[in-house]
């Protein structure tokens, strides 16, 4: 019964969107408020319902409701309940649902917090954001609809993949959704300016923050899932160029780009017409990203379970919203008149070398990512494009990127001087090269990598730190002190972010470069040394768990004679999914993890186990929550409340919006 | 229960990445073929190199390479040697002939159109002239003076 209520709740909510897509925008047309007015109850009212409906799909999942197809196929009773719960996302109609909770709750949010729109700008963001909600909805009831019964109830489930009953991996995918779907809202912003004609520096206020949001969010996601490769997959890869993995890394160069440029409009009134597109474009590589994994054109290790039905359904929805998007942006962008005027060597422009620099490194990863497709249908070459191709053609766009990121960071507005800004910054380039020259004479040859992230992490880690700190002006140390804890969210926030940035590129070199590795047939109660550490397998015991068997195996790892840790890298075998995973065995550390993985029983006795000392391993996540610290920092910023105040006094005055 | 795990532990044996025994014993040869396997993809795999996968089939191409290497195959040798027999498709770093020139200077190129076209807009922005700021409406005006009393 439950169970057809959500069913029942997510095709009203689907009227819902339609009533919402199409009576604000006529409204806001004919400039009648009362159909504008609709937009708000109606997007709480969608919010409501699908929250409903995903409550009930939810429900099915916890209960083993196993007459539900989806719950069969995904789950089982021996199932420890955070895998009940993440299983309702765990799979493609279930993703769906969560993807369209996401939109809807984006669109509820701007309702709620959209106050400080005007009544025309805020009735057209609601209505194209509805639009979008519509187009899923069709396709989650046409082609993936997750309520469908069984006929004759069997006694268990499934399972869920093995791989992904972890709890890195059940937080990963909303993550990535709530970023994905988060770009939904710049779009919407993006199309309703277009259909008012104008952009201003509100309209950039505006969509900075929801932007923003996105943006982190997104940060927060490809850093699980990075994580969660690392201790999940067995040998420590954290990023692999898979095509799913480009796919939500694209939305991100993207985001990343929106988000310098909408700087650019909302103080200087300068590259409107760019940052619409890259509005447009950013929320299409998102569409990209869900066409890639759930239409199975191009392979990955992200099987999702996929049938071309619901691929050329996405495809159509991508056509449509991106050829209606930019249509519409051909037809209008010509009205947005810039107004700021800037000098070569200025802020602005340095800005636009960054958007140049992450939209073409989008680029070359979208290329990459559908080249294998173009080869095989243009040419008939069947090829791959896998890791050594993108570390070659992505790095350089980083290391450029990052080399003009102090600089540009700290030249002011319309006019600067190259020598002026770098006055200040002469110290922390001596710094980095010294640095980085050190690290190079340490390591005996090697490559070139571990010297480069290192002179690029400490070049721009100092820049932030002088930037902030000429931002406290003149004046004795103690005032200054005092004025840099008084400095605006956004420019703690700024230098935050772009410190993360240092730490993941200064963390991936680092990793990539130093990594060592031992494999071995280790006896039990044998102690063999790799790179400094003594390890020692102590025992390997069969363990049963709730719904696996697990090879656990206990491993001592010692410093000289001193224990340094005591591990238990496992090998577990889901018998109802018939797969088995590895569980790595890892001694986290500030400078190094150390990595221990048990392998086979072997025929001649003993055990083949792998020991990896991975240098700064955890730089590379730690600088991902650096990163959306940096954001949230910028989100808490003051100029996006003060609209926010405003509202409320004008709730005060008597409730009517102004116009 | 427990002849049932120990059937089930037999049934699916999920076998190592690199395993001890296809190790070489000459370092650098083994170096090599770590190498070169990185950049060899595993066939029945999803976009994994066989270095890192655990399929059977990327065992044996692993064995390939370092039989390849032992026999004193040069790294080009081994590449050749098994793109012959695998085609293509093996290789994660795709070879710059023919149309995959495209692919290798779609990045490069791009970056000169846009540095071109972002160097033109930088280029017109300084030489706009100043224009008169639009001034606010009476309307903007009063909102504008109410925010900053805030």
Same mark, same amino acid.
């Given at each position: 019964m439950i169970v057809e209520l959500g069913h029942f709740a997510l095709v009203l909510a689907a009227l819902v969107a339609i009533v919402q897509m199409i009576v604000p925008l006529v409204g806001a047309n004919r400039r009648w408020s009362g159909w504008m007015a609709v937009a708000e109850p109606a997007a709480t009212v969608q919010f409501l319902l699908v929250a409903a409906s995903f409550a009930a799909l939810t429900y099915a999942f916890v209960t083993s409701d196993f007459s539900l197809r989806l719950v069969v196929l995904n789950s089982h009773t021996a199932k420890p309940m955070l895998y009940k719960v993440s299983g309702v996302w765990g799979n493609h109609e279930g993703s769906m649902l969560l993807w369209v909770l996401i939109l809807a709750l984006f669109g509820a949010c701007a309702a709620w917090f959209g106050g400080n729109l005007t009544p025309t700008l805020r009735a057209r963001v609601l209505a194209v954001q509805a639009s979008i909600s519509v187009a899923f909805y069709g396709f989650i009831l046409l082609t993936s609809n997750p309520f469908l019964r069984v006929g004759s109830p069997p006694l268990n489930g499934e399972d869920l993949n093995p791989l992904l009953q972890d709890p890195g991996l059940a937080f990963h995918p909303p993550f990535l959704y709530l970023g994905y779907v988060g770009l939904s809202m710049a779009f919407s912003f993006a199309i309703a300016a277009l259909l008012e004609g104008k952009v201003d520096a509100a309209w950039g206020r505006w969509v900075r923050p929801w932007t923003l949001a996105a943006w982190i969010f997104l940060t927060v996601g490809i850093g699980l899932g990075s994580w969660w490769a690392y201790y999940e997959? #067995? *040998? #420590? #890869? $954290? *990023? $692999? *160029?898979d095509p799913v993995e480009n796919a939500s890394f694209m939305p991100w160069l993207l985001a990343a780009a929106l988000l310098h440029s909408a700087i650019v409009v909302e103080k200087r009134e300068a590259l409107k017409s760019w940052t619409i597109l890259l509005a447009i474009m950013a929320f299409g590589f998102s569409l990209i990203g869900t066409f890639l994994v759930r239409s199975g054109v191009i392979t990955s290790v992200h099987a999702f379970a996929n049938d071309p039905e619901r691929g050329v359904y996405i495809l159509a929805i991508l056509a449509v919203f991106m050829g209606g998007a930019l249509t519409l942006f051909a037809a209008r962008a010509s009205a947005m008149e810039a107004k700021g005027v800037f000098a070569i060597v200025s802020r602005e422009s340095a800005l636009v070398a960054n958007n140049v620099l992450l939209a073409v490194a989008a680029f070359v990863v979208f290329v990459g990512t559908i080249w294998p497709l173009v080869a095989e249908m243009s040419f008939g070459r069947k090829l791959s494009v896998g890791a050594p191709f993108f570390d070659a053609a992505f790095t350089p766009f980083m290391i450029a990127l990052t080399a003009i990121l102090p600089i540009g960071a700290m030249l002011p507005w319309k006019r600067g001087n190259i020598g002026r800004t770098m006055q200040p910054l002469w110290g922390v380039l001596a710094l980095s090269i010294a640095a980085g020259s050190l690290v190079w004479v340490m390591q005996t040859g090697g490559a070139m990598l571990a010297p480069i992230g290192c002179v690029l992490a400490t070049w721009v880690i100092g820049g932030q730190v002088i930037d902030l700190w000429t931002r406290t002006g003149r004046g004795d140390v103690s005032s200054r002190i005092r004025r840099l804890r008084n400095l605006p969210g956004a420019d703690w926030g700024k230098a935050t972010a772009h410190t993360g940035l240092a730490i993941t590129l200064f963390g991936v070199a680092g990793l990539t470069a130093w990594e060592s590795e031992d494999i071995r047939v280790a006896q039990v109660g044998e102690r063999f040394e790799h790179a400094g550490y003594g390890i020692e397998l102590r025992s390997v015991d069969q363990v049963p768990g709730p719904n696996y068997v697990s090879t656990t195996a206990t491993m001592a790892v010692y410093r000289g004679d001193r224990e340094v840790a005591v591990l238990h890298p496992e090998k577990r075998v889901y018998p109802v999914a018939q797969m088995p995973t590895t569980e790595a065995g890892i001694d986290n550390g500030f400078l190094r993890d150390v990595y221990l993985v048990i392998g086979d029983e072997q025929a001649g006795g003993g055990w083949a186990v792998r020991t990896y000392i991975k240098p700064f391993a955890n730089w590379i996540w730690a600088g991902c929550i650096i990163m959306g610290l940096g954001g949230v920092f910028s989100l808490g910023d003051r100029r996006y409340r003060i609209a926010a105040g405003a509202r409320k006094r004008a709730a005060a005055a008597g409730g009517v919006p102004a116009e | 229960m427990k002849r049932l795990i120990l059937a089930l532990m037999l049934l699916v044996t999920p076998a190592l990445a690199v395993t001890p025994n296809e190790v070489l014993d000459d370092p650098v040869l083994e170096a090599r073929a770590r190498e070169l396997s990185k950049g060899l993809r595993c066939l029945v795999c999803r976009n994994e190199n066989i270095d890192e996968s655990n399929a059977e089939l990327a065992g044996d191409l692993r064995v390939l390479v370092r039989e390849r290497l032992v026999e004193g195959d040069s790294d080009e040798a081994v590449m050749d040697f098994v793109v012959a027999r695998y085609g293509e498709y093996v290789l994660l770093k795709p070879m710059a002939t023919g149309t995959n020139l495209i692919l290798w200077v779609a990045g490069p190129a791009m970056l000169l159109i846009a540095g071109a076209v972002g160097a033109g807009y930088v280029r017109r922005r300084r030489n706009a002239p100043a224009e008169t700021e639009v001034g606010l409406s009476a309307e903007e005006e009063a909102r504008l003076k109410d925010i900053l009393q805030d």
């Open positions: 997959l #067995g *040998w #420590g #890869g $954290f *990023w $692999f *160029w | -």
